[in-house]
């Protein structure tokens, strides 16, 4: 097992490392670099080049990457061109909001997207199932910018419940934003249910079919103690890592209900950078985000495998 | 008499099919069962016999629905109950024993947690009086060590340790009957042999009364005191097993007898020709009409109720008492047989496969354990036309061996001879076609070995288009000619391999194998997923092959009475290393190598007066010890540290008859 | 007889296809789902003739009307009409997205079926490649592509191809691994089959559920992205209309008139729902769990 959890963990790490050369590479890649988009693109001459002289654009893009790289590792993703602010305490803040706009969707999201798989699931093609199975592939398919609108269009100016938009700065404590991100939390719940409410509930079908269920059947296992001893510790398992695939999700869905919303995270962030072409900015976002979702889905799978006792005992029992 | 146990009246089961119609699964069946006895259940694949037992637990499967009768247990309707009865019930004065245990145990439970389970939920004692007598439940199985069984998993055990948890957990319930779902199936010969004597031996000191379904006669001759045979769905004779197995009254019954292979007959089995029909389908007369010998106009327009048939058994047949006149056994063809004194046609010299390949990241944080070769040391001459029979347990290096043959699976060392003498490259990449066309390789399953998104004439034009170059016109005409020589016809050209039954899809795979005009082709396990009656059909099918090419086969099996039919020769093959080789009749004759004396003493045969004797332990070994004898430490007669560290010479009875052991020949038994 | 045997050939590769085909339009799913799509096409190639109105054209005493005779869905608050613009968006989003799935799935596919294949260490490397291009969030690639690059088809295609076929590539190396370790595939290895043979004869037609199935929700995820960057303000350019710019720019004027916003919300969702849905129904009729694939 242990052999296991190293090497997953050492596969993650190189996953990282991949990603951030994809990431260097890619905007080395783009015509331009943070000089030209900074100075604007006629810029020519002596300011261009006092200018990369000072971001040290100038040295061999191995040493940049080096560079770059160890400093994100310290969480230094250096200066914005304007050499004003750092990039970290720029970025810090909007990360933070956006963590807990995604955190406020999953601590809600991923209990009730269980139990509604396991009670689909138990309930198969009966009306509880037909009903929210449907509901589900709205949710699943529907853009967020159009539930978000509709939503928004429902609650906030048909009923005047909830602020449309956010108006909080974004260094303003947590509490602030409560009602604001009410919306927005429920867009991305919405998806992120409906996912794993999918997900969940064919897992629950193929174990309740499984020889196992049938066995505690004909054992005298009530019905409720087969569901919760023998089914679910074996349908859930697989689940960890789609609530981990969701995760992924909700980082790339934040950008867009970030924007609807005006919600000052990282989303809305990474559209103001692409914007103003602050590439540094953007590569710092990519790799927080690429980073988060690796380490989300290397703690899934290490979950899983000390878990899952098929994989706990798997040295044991090779020796 | 005392009041049945299990009392089923005229029940009938069913579905509803595409069309609306009710199709029934299970027909009027009458069966009860008293303390004390055990009633045996055979039938072929389909023949609802699982459904049957299920059924008399109350329980149906997804889709089925009782269509009439009724089930009692204990005088009480079972469909009748509510569900809280039938939960005390099962488990409880019912216990089922599974099939398959390993998929029947929770995984993600201990044994030790399930079979608490099963006590609290019948069984009255204290909680702190659990662990005291699953230890006791686990001891009466006969499992090692119980206490280290308490906390494993169920994917830590074996199969035959999965079975007798299986067991110990029926037994916790202190069941008055006891179903049994092919308990067996799937284990090796001698697992099973010590599962089926445990279970004679509860069953005897309990009183219970057993059902025990089985497809195999020769496990129902072991445990079971009546027999009922199942076909679509009917029970079409019943009576002792002595009656039922000896002398049966039906001619479906004989016909199954007649299609097993046994140890004591060196004929080909008789295979039953025709399927039986599909649920609905039998039409209004006799379900066995279309497929029965002696079938008249009486058995077409009406179906037979059971009637008496002497000596106590009743056979659903109007013609039972002339069923005496047809065979049960013994009548097959003679196979062919070759002497090995002709060219060889395949040689192994001194072959070693390991199959341990690490990858980059194993190789990375080290751990990668000096490996023992999975097959070692084969040294084996094939004369051309003769066929070798590979014999040995799960895990034995058979199919590892022919997949070496056929160039799937690189040997670590040794050389793969075909003709004379001509050395085959290791890789199938690498051979030309015309080495490739000389070897041809049948599998296992059908199912599997049969793209299932090719019809049949596209599957056989594989081969052809190959090696033959064919297309258009000639391809399905030499197409449409091999179908035949399987005994299929032209119109099975257009079918997928999903519209076809399982005997008919190992024809079509023996048919692509023989499409190429081979000089060997290699059979791996191709019998194990048939139903008997198929796999008498597949025998006689590649014995005619033998007849019109000459064809030599290496043919692999657990099975040693199957292999027996058809062998000239055999080899016996034990963690990846030869036992014994020989001629058939030697090898199967009493001077023989300690393991190959203790597969053929628990082969089951279906006669009641064959008992099986048990010699070595079941004990499943993952990896061969690396000095010494293989067998050394499942063998009862090891002769101390000579057998831990001297790897046994061969020796020689003669007649091409080596043994590899340390025991002196004299020793061994002789003639 | 063997004359039967050739001709009946036809009719029975067509016979699986209308067995899928059958089976699809008899789940509810399947029906509504294929209708909504085959609605969206049928609208998107004959709208052309359809449309009155220019949808570049507009007109001050109009704006913001409310459906009426002329103009059906009313007009926007430039005064244009709105039902043309709502077509012709379609076209273009069916027009690029049409484009660029099969692209994806072919390279996709093409990659998986290669790595399935060779396996190894070829294909640990290349797969971790693959999982950290989707560690990064898709939408931003595409961002930035788009903004340096512009937003015509010819950098919107390659783009959403590319990133589109990421993905793919694990979904068909995974069937190709399924496929690979069953006996029919070393059956042919055995006989000596070429590999560009076995690949095309063994494997392709085993792996062509799991992508037609996958297509259609790539294809659905792509219309997704497409009107996601034009809702952001980097799709297409601005007198061409697409539904993500459509809703947009509606949004602020969503209190005074939410036609303006529900045409392009109906437009988008009802497309989207109908090849998800079909793509549901294709799936239970092919017999794979699309459940399981969840996200990525």
Known sequence: MLRMLVRRLFLGFATVWIVSVIIFAGVEALPGDACTAFLERDAQGKLLENCRNDLGLNKPAVTRYLDWASGAVRGDFGVSPDGQKSIASLVGDRVKNSFLLAAGALAVGVPLAIFLGVITGLWRDKWVDILFSTGAIFAMTIPEFVSATVLILIFAIWLDWVPAIVLTPADAPALDFFPEFILASVVLTMVMIAHIMRMVRSSVIEVMASDYVQMAMLKGVPYWRIVFRHALPNALLPAINVVALTVAWLLGGVVVVEVVFNYPGLGRTMIDAISDRDLPVVQALAMIVAATYVGVNLIADMLTILLNPRLRTLSQRRK | ??????????????????????????????????????????????????????????????????????????????????????????????????????????????????????????????????????????????????????IRYPHELSGGQQQRVAIAMALAGEPDALLLDEPTTGLDVTTQAHILELLRDLARDRNMAMIYVSHDLGVIARVCERVMVMYAGEAVLQGPTAEVLKDPAHPYARGLLASIPRLCDTHLPVALDGRPPPPGGGGAGCAFAARCALVVDQCQAERPALMGAGNGSQARCFRHADAHTLAAGGTGADPLHHR????????????????????????????????????????????????????????????????????????????????????????????????????????????????????????????????????????TERSVEILETVRLGAHYMDRLPGQLSGGEKQRVAIARAFAAEPEIVLCD????????????????????????????????????????????????????????????????????????SVLLNAVLEPDPDVAPTLMAEDVVELSPPSTGCPFQRRCTRKQGVTCENETPPWRETGGGHAIRCHIPLEDLGGD | MTDTALQSKGPRRLGRFSVVLRDVISRPSGAIGLTLVLGHIILALISPWLVTYDFKSMDSSLILEAPSAEHWLGSDHLGRDILSRVLQGGRIALLVTGIATPIALLWGGMTGILLGLVGGRVDEVVMRVVDAFLSIPGVLPLLVLVTIFGTGNEVMVPTLAFFYGIPVIRVIRAATHDVVA?????????????????????LLPNVRDAMLVEGAMRWSWMLLAFSSLSFLGFGVAPPTPDWGVMIADARAYMPLAPWGVLAPVIALSSLIIGINLTADALAKAMGIDRARKAVV
């Open chain 2, 340 to 475: 090995s004194d002709g060219q060889p046609a395949l040689s192994l010299d001194d072959v070693s496969i390991s199959y341990a390949s690490h990858g980059f990241l194993d190789r990375l944080f080290g751990g990668a354990a000096k490996d023992i070769p999975t097959v070692d040391d084969i040294s084996i001459t094939v004369a051309s036309g003769e066929t070798l029979g590979l014999v040995g347990e799960s895990g034995s290096g058979k199919s590892t061996i022919l997949k070496a043959v056929a160039g799937l699976l690189p040997p670590a060392g040794g050389q793969i001879a075909v003709g004379e003498g001509n050395a085959l490259p290791t890789m199938v990449e690498q051979r030309r076609p015309q080495q490739l066309r000389r070897i041809q390789m049948i599998f296992q399953n059908p199912d599997d070995s049969l793209n299932p998104r090719h019809t049949v004439a596209e599957i056989l034009a594989q081969p052809l288009r190959l090696y033959d170059g064919l297309s258009g016109q000639a391809l």
């Open chain 3, 182 to 202: 069953r006996d029919f595939v070393l059956a042919a290895r055995a006989r000596g089959h070429s590999r560009l043979s076995i690949v095309w004869r063994e």
């Open chain 2, 1 to 150: 008499m005392a009041r049945p146990i299990i009392d089923i009246r005229d029940l009938s089961i069913g579905f509803t099919g595409r069309t609306g119609k009710t199709l029934p699964v299970l027909r009027n069946v009458d069966l009860t069962v008293r303390r004390g006895e055990s009633i045996g259940i055979v039938g072929e694949s389909g023949s609802g016999k699982s459904t049957l037992a299920l059924a008399s637990m109350g329980f149906l499967k997804q889709g089925l629905r009782v269509i009439g009768g009724s089930v009692c247990f204990n005088g009480e309707d079972m469909f009748a109950r509510k569900r809280s009865e039938l939960e005390a019930i099962r488990g409880g004065q019912l216990g089922l024993i599974p099939q398959n245990s390993g998929q029947s145990l929770t995984p993600t439970m201990r044994i030790g947690a399930q079979m608490a389970e099963a006590l609290e939920l019948h069984c009255t004692l204290g909680k702190d009086a659990y662990h005291a007598r699953i230890i006791d439940l686990l001891g009466q199985v006969r499992l090692p060590d119980p206490e280290a069984i308490f």
């Open chain 2, 525 to 596: 396990e191709i019998t194990s997923a048939l139903d008997v009656s198929v796999q008498a059909a597949m025998l006689e099918l590649l014995n005619d092959f033998k007849k019109m090419k000459d064809t030599t086969y290496v043919f692999v099996s657990h099975d040693l009475a199957v292999v027996r039919a058809l062998s000239d020769r055999v080899a016996v093959l034990y963690q990846g290393r030869l036992c014994e080789i020989g001629p058939t009749e030697k090898v199967y004759g009493n001077q023989s190598h300690p393991y190959t």
